[in-house]
């Protein structure tokens, strides 16, 4: 038996076509069952049609509170009992019960190096306070915004001129790279969640994880 990802997503879908073009090679050993948006308009949503995935587009505009909107998620992803459920650019901050519920086996991605820009308009903060390098973070996910334990971050340079879309490319590039192979990681049994901590090989990680590649 496969194991089971519900991906969640928001947008391009860049990183669920990653999850679905390793799953057709072998090298992801998974099944991605259900993708959910939570925007009808998602390019993602048409990505994993072509791909023969089951999709759901639950918007948050139909619910009067972001507690009826993840009762409502949870009540589309039970179903398919997931061994996993991937953040793959799904924009919304999840309620402390939704990430209860699934503690464990919530995992992001997000585009900066964390702890430094949590939160939106991450690669523009990077450029404007000058930094050398930006990057992509795999964590899992706690009550705290972007402050799950980290899992392996992946580093690009800022180069001259750049801007937030230059940037943000050259991270996408890594962030299809390292979010498949965390992923694998955890599918395998070398990851977990244990205690607030993220887990390899039955060592803690460090505090800002494996450095990819
Ligand atoms: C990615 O940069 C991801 O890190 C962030 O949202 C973006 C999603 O891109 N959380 P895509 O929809 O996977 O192309």
Redesign the pocket.
Known sequence: MKKKLVIL????????QSFIDQCASGDLDAEIVCVISNKANAY?LERAQAAGIPTVTLSHNDFASREAYDSALAKQIEPYQPDLIVL??F?RILTPAFVQQYLGRLI????SLLPKYPGLNTHQRAIDAGEKEAG?TVHFVTEELDGGPIIAQASVPILEGDTAQTL?KR??VE?HKVFPLAVNWFLEGKLRFIEGKAIFNGEPLPPSGHAYP
């Open positions: 997503i928001s947008g391009s879908g860049s990183n669920l993602g793959a650019g924009m992001n991605i997000h585009p992509a943000a991270i996408l962030e």
